[in-house]
């Protein structure tokens, strides 16, 4: 999906200003005092906690409050879900092959290597974010993002489907009561039967089609 959404909105030449971008990940804990990260529950069980700790902690290194144009820390995570395959998913519950299996004890270090790449290639410091994940930061940062989740709007199965653009509306609070009906439900409302290019190229259309880069951009124009 993110790739998707990379290629299709994030690099499309003069689109960024249109976009103010976040990525918080959906999880849980069952003890919220643990200071393990891996002591969590997602979707991919706790390898993907390793995984989403080091997107935070890239987010986290740009200070984006005072440039909001840095997007080195998109490139870093961009970079980090292209490995997805086999790197990452080793310790998940679907490994490409028998292969590309870890363990437990292996896994951290994998992903650090990937991350130390990443970083290089987006210009981060890989020791900054190496911090991050080690000192107690990147659990910080993981248990925000997965509190706010909890509270996302669900799809038809039940499922929390981080899918949704906001167009043109309020500053959500804890519930999304007020910024709910803003959401663009971004035609794929569930994640087993959504075309990742179809729905990143409907996210570009709302863009488009709610701001004036319809007249800036060249891609908003029409043919």
Not at 109 to 117: E, P, T, W
Request: charged share 20%; proline share 5%; net charge negative.
């Amino acid at each position: 999906m993110a790739l998707s959404f990379d290629k299709y909105v994030v690099s499309v030449p003069g689109i960024k200003p249109y976009l103010d971008l976040s990525l918080n990940f959906v999880g849980f804990f069952t003890n919220w005092s643990t200071t393990d990260i891996t002591n969590c529950s997602t979707s991919s069980r706790w390898s993907e906690c390793v995984v989403n700790t080091y997107h935070l902690c890239g987010q986290a290194a740009v200070d984006r409050a005072a440039h909001p144009q840095d997007w080195r820390w998109w490139d870093y995570s961009t970079c980090l879900y292209a490995q997805q395959y086999p790197a990452e998913e080793c310790a998940g519950l679907n490994p490409l092959d028998a292969n590309h299996t870890c363990t437990r004890d292996e896994f951290p270090g994998i992903i650090r290597g990937v991350s130390d790449a990443c970083a290089q290639q987006a210009g981060l410091d890989a020791t900054a974010l190496n911090s991050c994940y080690d000192d107690g930061r990147g659990l910080a940062l993981l248990k925000a993002s997965f509190a706010k989740t909890l509270t996302f709007p669900r799809n038809p199965h039940g499922y929390t489907e981080p899918q949704w653009l906001e167009v043109d509306g309020p500053s959500c609070d804890a519930n999304f009561t007020e910024c709910e009906p803003s959401f663009d439900k971004t035609a794929c409302l569930d994640w087993d039967d959504c075309d990742s290019d179809a729905w990143a190229k409907h996210l570009l259309a709302q863009v488009c089609a709610k701001t004036d880069a319809q007249t800036t951009v060249d891609a908003c124009q029409p043919a």
